[in-house]
């Protein structure tokens, strides 16, 4: 299934893997949600519902749009990614993101601050799509990408100014980062992955740096 195969993607490129599949958190009617999160209006949304009593384990929802789902199940991004399905390609795959960075790093109990999961969609957002793009177009490599992602996204303007700061936050991040592995994917043309191991092996170090060493290492990219 399409979620199931994300995750495994994502997991594939960063070496990394949970327990559990993304399908036994899926929630697709906002009625089965906690009742604070019933009356939201986004297509995704990753819920930490409550701590368990032992403070051992989280309880998790990934909300997903049931309509979002029937879109992509018609044009599956996995197959062909184009103009028509990326929005909704983006939007289910920073809902698995937060669910496997999450859920990830519960499992070596690391805390995650918002700002970090939010940067850590939008790094993959540009990783994966780059994988995607370079597998179905060989021939070409997507220079576009990185501009679509990041400066042609906009924030939905009934998002509250707080969380807005956050989001710009982590794009302007992410986006800076990705900028530095965009240079060197052009010179090598190669794919997470396979030929370039050297873009692998940063993406992973990268995964698992704490928030903190997250943002010194951007802030130092000249």
Avoid at 110 to 118: D, F, G, N
Avoid at 180 to 207: H, I, K, M
């Amino acid at each position: 299934m399409l979620l199931s195969r994300l995750q495994h993607l994502i997991g594939s490129i960063y070496d990394v893997s949970v327990a559990h599949d993304v399908y036994d958190f899926l929630v697709t009617d906002r009625t089965h949600l906690p009742a604070a999160a019933r009356g939201g209006t986004a297509e995704e949304e990753l819920i930490v519902a409550q701590p368990a009593a032992d403070g051992d384990e989280l309880a998790l929802a990934l909300y997903l749009d049931p309509a979002l789902l029937g879109r992509l199940a018609r044009e599956d991004p996995l197959v062909r990614l184009h103009a028509g399905n990326v929005g909704d390609w983006w939007t289910a795959l920073e809902g698995v993101s937060h669910f496997l960075y999450l859920a990830w790093n519960a499992g070596h109990d690391k805390p995650v601050s918002l700002l970090e999961l939010e940067m850590q969609a939008e790094v993959d957002k540009y990783v994966a799509s780059y994988w995607l793009l370079r597998r179905q177009v060989p021939q070409r490599f997507p220079a576009e990408l990185r501009r679509v992602l990041f400066a042609r996204t906009r924030i939905d303007p009934r998002v509250a100014a707080e969380r807005a700061r956050l989001y710009r936050e982590a794009s302007r991040y992410a986006e800076r980062f990705c900028g530095r592995l965009e240079q060197n994917l052009a010179r090598t043309q190669g794919c997470p992955g396979e030929s370039d191991g050297a873009v692998l092996a940063e993406l992973r170090r990268f995964y698992r740096l704490t928030h903190a060493r997250k943002c010194a290492l951007i802030d130092g990219i000249a």
